[in-house]
């Protein structure tokens, strides 16, 4: 029974380095620069990581609490319609 579970742990620890080592070989070139770059999949996406938090935050919100105010967001309060 002990040779059993060893022989499976073997295979198991087998297949994880090996789904390790096809891991590191596909995004190899992220990471000769990962100290230096960072993955910026749109332009976009360096603007303002703030805002669109904020914006992902109150649509999720506005859509479980209230989706009829939807677009009703309190970011420039006196605004109407601030979401748009």
Not at 34 to 60: E, K
Not at 64 to 72: K, L, V, Y
Request: aromatic share 12%.
């Amino acid at each position: 029974m002990s040779g059993l579970i060893r022989q499976q742990a073997a295979s198991i620890a087998g297949l994880l380095v090996l789904y390790a080592g096809l891991v590191v070989w596909l995004r190899w070139p992220l990471g000769v620069h990962v100290a230096t770059h960072r993955a910026n999949t749109h332009p976009a996406c360096g603007f303002d990581p703030l805002h669109m938090a904020w914006a992902l935050a109150y649509q999720t919100h506005a859509l479980t609490t209230a989706p009829t105010r939807f677009s009703e967001a309190n970011i420039y309060f006196p605004a109407r319609r601030a979401l748009f």
